[in-house]
């Protein structure tokens, strides 16, 4: 189940962060939020505690890097979770733990990236997301087909 939810993260994901406008990335809401930028930044980072329990990190605190690379490292460290969680049990907490902490977290905050681009006008279309075609394993940046809308 962990596998599949991390291929959910990653075409959820997908739809947040391809080919969106230029401003996009940078887009300050205000109020102390986040940029985009600053929240693909911040998953990265909690994709990066998560595998902490597999692998060890001198750090899981990173520079942030341009939208592009964000975006490379982003879909690396999910690749990685992806290939721990399948060949070995993490270290320290459960998968459950894993996946109330650090899993659930990237996903509230790939809807944040969600509504941020509803914000700059350039809206993700809708989707049944039980009929997406979601498989373990793949944890790329594949450009999801969206069902007909709503």
């Known amino acids: 189940m962990l596998r599949h939810l991390l291929a959910s993260i990653a075409y959820r ?6 080919n969106p406008p230029k401003t996009y990335p940078t887009f ?14 911040h998953i990265t980072g909690v994709l990066t505690y998560a595998h902490s329990f597999f692998e060890h990190y001198d750090t899981t ?9 964000e975006i490379d490292e982003f879909y690396s460290i999910l690749s990685k979770l ?3 969680i399948r060949e070995k049990n993490p270290n320290e907490v459960t ?3 894993l996946l109330q902490g650090p899993l659930s977290d990237a996903m509230t905050h790939i809807g944040q990236l969600s509504m941020l681009r509803r914000m700059v ?3 993700i279309p809708s989707e049944n997301f ?5 498989r ?3 944890v790329g940046p594949r450009q999801p087909d969206p069902i007909a809308p709503d």
């Open 13 to 18: 994901a997908t739809k947040a962060i391809k």
């Open 28 to 41: 300050h809401l205000g109020k102390g939020a986040k940029t985009p930028l600053g929240i693909l930044h």
């Open 61 to 69: 605190h990173f520079k942030v890097k341009s939208w592009d690379a």
């Open 82 to 84: 992806d290939k721990s």
């Open 95 to 97: 998968e459950e733990q």
């Open 121 to 123: 006008d350039s809206p």
């Open 130 to 134: 039980i009929f997406a075609d979601i």
């Open 136 to 138: 373990k394993g793949e």
